[in-house]
């Protein structure tokens, strides 16, 4: 299995912009959780889905960050418009049914100038 | 409410010196526990699990045993190498499956030759 994928894997934008981080979890995988890493705050959890639907997006910091799962396959964390705070590390899990276990995608750098 | 607490880093040790970064956790009921590690430039990866009180969990020469009377899960390793060097998470996951994983701030480990 080729493990979670996040693309891009790094991303530069002006402040402003707007950003797409993408993901494709594990197949067979039935939850899936985005996360957030800086030097400053650690690992935040944003958002998770079970099975396409959201479960708890209470850890998304404003209106300008949205997440969609439009099927079992792929996942998108949109930010619009983007800060310069928003620069972090972007990670995506996955779990498979029945497991708590989470596999990570290798993440998106994201900078915003 | 959940939470887990962990050894502030960063830890620095010669190598093949013993290793211990304490985790304790607060949970309602019977939580699973693990350890994450994270290398330079990648996602968190799985390194063990606990699920129940004394259970030990074990892999590439780390170990944690689940205390419940301690409510403690420590990260040992009895030699570790220059390749340990990495970020370790203690997590809890709780019972309710759609209540969210708990992520300790992390511990970064330096091993010096």
């Known amino acids: 299995d080729a493990g979670v994928i996040q693309s891009p894997r790094h991303e530069v934008t002006e402040m402003g912009q707007e950003v797409t981080l993408r993901c494709k979890p594990i197949?067979?995988?039935?939850?899936l959780f985005w996360y957030r890493q800086t030097m400053m705050r650690g690992l935040e959890l944003l958002i998770y889905?079970?099975?396409?639907?959201?479960?708890?997006d209470s850890g998304m910091p404003e209106d300008r960050f949205s997440a969609k799962m439009p099927n079992a396959s792929f996942s998108t964390l949109k930010i619009q418009p983007s800060e310069p705070r928003d620069s972090a590390v972007y990670f995506c899990?996955?779990?498979?049914?029945?497991?708590?276990?989470?596999?990570f995608g290798p993440g998106t750098r994201l900078t915003v100038t | 409410g959940n939470s887990v607490t962990q050894m502030e880093g960063p830890v620095t040790l010669s190598e093949e010196a013993f290793l211990t970064i304490n985790c304790t956790y607060t949970?309602?009921?019977?939580?699973?526990l693990f350890w994450y590690v994270q290398y330079p430039g990648e996602g968190l990866q799985l390194l063990l699990k606990?699920?129940?009180?004394?259970d030990k969990g074990s892999n590439k020469g780390f170990e944690a045993t689940y205390r419940k009377e301690t409510t403690s899960f420590h990260l040992e390793k009895g030699s570790v190498q220059v390749s340990d060097s990495a970020v370790y998470f203690c997590?809890?996951?709780?019972?309710?499956?759609?209540?969210?994983?708990?992520f300790g701030k992390g511990t970064r480990l330096h091993i010096l030759p």
């Open positions: 899990a996955s779990s498979f049914p029945g497991s708590d276990e989470q596999y």
């Open positions: 197949s067979g995988h039935d939850y």
């Open positions: 889905f079970n099975n396409n639907v959201p479960i708890d």
């Open positions: 949970a309602t009921g019977y939580p699973s």
């Open positions: 606990a699920t129940k009180a004394d």
């Open positions: 997590a809890l996951s709780p019972m309710n499956r759609d209540d969210k994983i708990i």
